[in-house]
């Protein structure tokens, strides 16, 4: 089956770090962007991050730069979001999500997976 | 950044009525425009790309349009399966955005 599954949530204090992942299946990972999204508790979605194939691109929105970092493992099919500096309004539900592929690559998410929830809170 | 705007926030239908959704970009994004679905407890599910293009297997009852800086869902005919929250996704320029969602409910 075609999937994407997360993992590595947890609850953190603020200013600690944390290490999400997320393993692709049934699908050839090595030739898709991949991406981060995430969703505060009873708010919309916020892209995060988005990595290229070989990972030698990578794009982040304003208010994680410096924080987070998206990586890829191509040989282990997974997908990484390396958190640090972390802060309450970081606390989400994290999707792992691939690019929509056409004739060409597209922003779209055309596959996500079900989602870590990641708490900022002392 | 690009900033959506959906309307209205919440949306009263029956089943078999028409919906119809609307995004509005606050500067162009050409056809760079997409939609979801979201459900309780479950991730978001790709419907439209590129404006007026279904996702691979996205039943016909839904349909997109617009170009530019307005946009619609429509949903032909509601069924008990449609009621969600919907959102628009540009990814004409940098960062890639979402709007605030609109949710469609059973009336």
């Known amino acids: 089956e075609v999937q994407l599954v997360e993992s590595g949530g947890d609850l953190v204090q603020p200013g600690g770090s944390l290490r999400l992942s997320c393993a692709a299946s049934a699908f050839t990972f090595s030739t898709y962007w991949m991406s981060w999204v995430r969703q505060a508790p009873g708010k919309g979605l916020e892209w995060v991050a988005n990595i290229k194939e070989d990972g030698s691109d990578k794009y982040y929105v304003d208010s994680v730069k410096g924080r987070f970092t998206i990586s890829r493992d191509n040989a282990k099919n997974s997908l990484y979001l390396q958190m640090s500096s972390l802060r309450a309004e970081d606390t989400a539900v994290y999707y792992c999500?691939?690019?929509?592929?056409?004739?060409?690559?597209?922003?779209?998410?055309?596959?996500w997976g079900q989602g870590t929830l990641v708490t900022v809170s002392s | 950044e690009i900033v959506l705007t959906q309307s209205p926030a919440t949306l009263s239908l029956s089943p078999g009525e028409r919906a119809t959704l609307s995004c509005r970009a606050s500067?162009?994004?050409?056809?760079?425009l997409g939609w979801y679905q979201q459900k309780p407890g479950q991730a978001p599910r790709l419907l439209i790309y590129?404006?007026?293009n279904r996702a691979t297997g996205i039943p016909a009852r839904f349909s997109g349009s617009g170009s530019g800086t307005d946009f619609t869902l429509t949903i032909s005919s509601l069924e008990p399966e449609d009621f969600a929250v919907y959102y628009c996704?540009?990814?004409?320029?940098?960062?890639?955005?979402f709007g605030q969602g609109t949710r469609l409910e059973i009336k």
């Open positions: 999500a691939r690019n929509l592929k056409t004739t060409v690559t597209t922003f779209d998410f055309d596959l």
């Open positions: 590129d404006a007026s």
């Open positions: 500067q162009s994004v050409s056809s760079y």
């Open positions: 996704q540009q990814r004409s320029s940098w960062p890639i955005t």
